[in-house]
């Protein structure tokens, strides 16, 4: 129930037919086709061999868009369905080139890697739901082209990358660590960080008390990790995506997320006033810049463009609950 509530107006995937899932694989094929001419684009003048490879990675995407096309041509016509990823529940968003600015290589590294198990985890789930017996054989065989895409990416630490920043990062492992469990702690961080603003200061100057405040924040930053866990556990299954178990990913966020909130609720165990309101501005200011490189380091966001939103964001949240609490 909660699923459907969140993936309100979109199509399920069990759902489509067998002309909407090619349909919706050459539109996939395309989109990522030029995300990977943009990074070559991006990376041409520094970086030639690696604009080379970008280069390369979008010609076979190219490819299988027309392997895909006219495997549809043959069977449904010319007439492609309107269906696109963010359409269908259960994919998740590719973020346009243009907030990607000055993307690191190591972030491009990862991407690439998440873009590739993507598009596997989607053809695996493609073939299992067409009982043609020709687009079943394309759409295993490009399940297993995109696994051999993933490891492109290593390339670009071949060349660009230190080899402690190899060793850190060249596992399987480490890359899907870092899909199911950090970008949604991450995102439950900066959430819980910024969303508890409000009521705890507005607790806090409503009542000048600091026990009274820590229980209001206490019960913001635990409700408010609750919500986030189950809106990502019932967000994606991971089946399409690759991103891994929903309950990990759940956990993950939910607990970064009252934490986020703890934060500057904790401070409010300290009996004196002030001294603890203090101490708690004093932790929300450190909170939103670490949140704002959080953003610039594993979100793709600038760190300038992070800072303008998270830090004046916040500041006006927190000033909301000041002033409230004080009316």
Do not use: C
């Not at 600015?101 to 985890?121: F, G, K, T, V, Y």
């Not at 065989?141 to 670009?156: K, T, W």
């Not at 990990?248 to 409010?268: D, E, K």
């Amino acid at each position: 129930m909660i699923t459907r509530l969140l993936s309100f107006g979109k199509r399920t995937f069990n759902s489509l037919s067998e002309q909407e899932i090619l349909s919706l694989a050459v539109g996939a094929e395309e989109e990522d086709g030029q995300i990977y001419a943009a990074y070559a684009e991006r990376t041409r003048e520094k970086y030639p061999a690696t604009a080379k490879l970008f280069d390369g990675m979008a010609a076979e995407e190219n490819e299988h868009r027309r392997q895909l096309l006219a495997m549809y041509q043959r069977r449904f016509g010319n007439t492609l369905v309107p269906i696109r990823r963010e359409h269908v529940s259960g994919f998740m968003a590719r973020k346009p080139i243009w907030l990607m600015a000055e993307l690191p290589l190591e972030q491009m590294r990862q991407q690439i890697w998440e873009m590739e198990r993507s598009a596997q985890s989607f053809y695996l789930e493609a073939a299992k739901q067409v009982h043609d017996a020709d687009t079943r054989k394309l759409l295993g065989d490009l399940a297993e082209q995109e696994v051999a895409h993933q490891h492109q990416a290593d390339r670009l630490a071949e060349k660009h990358l230190s080899e402690d920043s190899i060793n850190d990062e060249a596992s399987e492992e480490h890359r899907q660590f870092v899909l199911t469990y950090v970008q949604p702690g991450l995102a439950g961080l900066m959430d819980g960080s910024v969303s508890t603003l409000a009521p705890i200061f507005a607790a806090a100057f409503a009542t000048g008390d600091t026990w009274q405040t820590f229980l209001v924040g206490l019960a913001a930053s635990v409700g408010a990790g609750i919500s986030m866990g189950f809106t990502e556990a019932a967000s994606d299954d991971g089946k399409l995506t690759g991103r891994g178990s929903p309950v990990r990913r759940g956990f993950a966020a939910g607990i970064m997320t009252a934490v986020g909130g703890l934060g500057h609720a904790l401070p409010y165990l300290i009996p004196h006033f002030w001294t603890a309101t203090a101490i708690a501005f004093v932790v929300v200011f450190i909170e939103l810049w670490a949140i704002a490189f959080i953003q610039s380091r594993y979100m793709s966001t600038p760190f300038f463009r992070a800072a303008l939103q998270v830090v004046f964001g916040g500041l006006l949240v927190f000033a909301a609950g000041v002033l409230i609490g004080s009316a």
